[in-house]
């Protein structure tokens, strides 16, 4: 089938997402087999699989970037995104489900809802995804239904409806019930392509009618036509059925749950069925806004139509043999190729020399597409991630851009000559083009390249490709907490510039308070008049905000949860320039900062430990010894789940300690929580002086 003939209708734009280890690729690998889009199974322990396919990615046997892919099933184009499940890619994540309609929230059979299926959980409710549940691993020990859905109630607040019991669990594990038409499915073939499909044994049967009556009366509920067919009636069609679960789920008022194990085969079809029967085509969602880049009031709509104008957001970048692609979603109008269009933050001309539907490692030409579709463009130059790409000579819209957490960790790399230096700098640039959450400075003092990004195992991955796949010879040192800095209480500040530049005269006063808020991101406010401060400079003085927001007076480090409000300010008739806004914007915080006082921040992570009982004592003393903060000590089948808020700075390596503490046998997840301000005790360590 050819894509350009898929009516929206048709199309799903869908991710997986799931807790590390959940089976996310292996899931993706048996959609992509018996969609008939693959030949051969991968599987992910033998570094084969489809989905995985950068090198450090097979060596790791986890998933880095998402991959974006492509295939048919019941005469729908889903377009797929492979997300990955680790925390140190949480941006990966984010932009994932900031472009998709719909997602697959895997769960283990028998670890449940862990701790990244929480995060990724949250993240999916932010932007509004309607999901489907998959219980994958049935077939393994331990693996049972009701926990996982309770679960999914207690810790998600979702509302789980169930479409299948399992025949048998572990080892037992033959197939599923289907409660909508009341059948049974036995997978009795060792690839799973073909099954038995047959009534309901005894055994069955009235568990199944038991769960078919709360689905009907679900389902009768959410919609008064159906209400009434269902009390005249006693009953309803497969059609209405699947018609009220589709609109219950994506009004995101349940999550259809279905059930099945990946790798022995066994229920993928059916999870098939449900993303084309259930989760939203891109017109079944609202309709995605965005503002004027001039004015940010003006907001306008992107109809997903042919009709209108172009409009696409470039959510990731990627670089590899083939060259530079970038992402793009499409929400309106149609990209030809060849197409000139324009970035809309920057307003640079960009050509899209090449439009690619994506495999995972290859690729097919198109020569144009439309609303709803996701596809990878060569000969783009500029547009990073996140920005809005517009048809040239229609009106501008910016689109939201995916949020990305502020960066945790940082580390110092020194090219070994100055050839390298150049090339690293070059290979710097592009990497943080690619990955949001990647950034790099030289220090001021110090003259060394930092690189900051989400946590050890990114860094690390960053250094690899620095070192193997762009061959730039450099030495990393040890990575490092990125600390922050913040005001203590509040302080007024007033800064003035005067200087003769380029026989021009520049003069502007600025005067402001600065104050704690509770929320990182710092905020702004000009309550000065008009009268006092032209709003023409208002651009120059935030410009002078984010200045000094950069580097706090302690360490040097960023600083967060400050408001500033400048609430007066001067300049002189003829002296009026930008360049005085923004400095005398700088020095009057850096005088407040000073007046206020500054603390220490430091990143605290979100931990959870699964340990056999029998290690969990030692885990909990090694986790004291940390300046831990255990908060809540539960049970997940027969393991112990310890939660805990962690400084990051006392976690280095603790990878390996956990291993040790329990012979391999306890494993962990952490992501950023909050910011929370260091010890005083602590800090000449970190400063390297003493501040007092
Ligand atoms: P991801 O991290 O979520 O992408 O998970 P993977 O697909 O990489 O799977 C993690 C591990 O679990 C691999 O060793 C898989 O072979 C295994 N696995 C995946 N699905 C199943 C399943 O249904 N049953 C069992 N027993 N193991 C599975
Ligand atoms: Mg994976």
Redesign the pocket.
Known sequence: MSAKNTPLGNIRNIGII?H????????TERILYYSGKEHRMG???EGTAIMDYMQDEQER???ITSAATTFFWQKHQVNLIDTP?HVDFTAEVERSLRVLDGAVA?FCGVGGVEAQSETVWRQADRYHVPRVAFI??L??SGAEVEHVLQEMRERLAAHPLQLQLPIGLEDEFKGVIDIINMTQIIYDDETGETFTTSAISEEYLEEAELHRLHLLETVAESDEELMEKYLTEDTLSTDDIKAGIRKLTVDRKITPVLLG????NKGVQPLLDAIVDFLPSPKDVPEMTGHDPEDHNITFSCKPSRKEPFCALAFKITDDQHGPLTFLRIYSGELNEGDRVIVSSSKRKERASRIWRMHADHRDREKVVGPGEIVGVSGFKFAATGDTVCAEGAQLIELEPPKFPATVISMAVEPRSNDDRDKLMEVLQKLSREDPTFNYRTDDETGQLILSGMGELHLDIIATRITRDYKVACNTGNPRVTYREAVVGSGKGVGEFEQTMGGKDHYAKVELNVSRISSSEPELKISAPESVINPYSHQAITDGFNGGCISGPLGGYPIIQIAVDVTSGATREGWESEVAFTAATEAAMRDAINKAGAELMEPIMSLEVTTPDEFMGGIIHDLNGRRCEIQEIGDRGNMKVVHAKAPLAEMFGYATVVRGLSTGRASYSMEPFAFAPVPRKKWSDILGYDPE
């Open positions: 799931a590390i280890d959940a089976g996310k690729t292996t899931t599987e992910v322990h046997g986890i998933t499940g895997v994958n691993k077939d393994r194990s990946s790798l022995r």
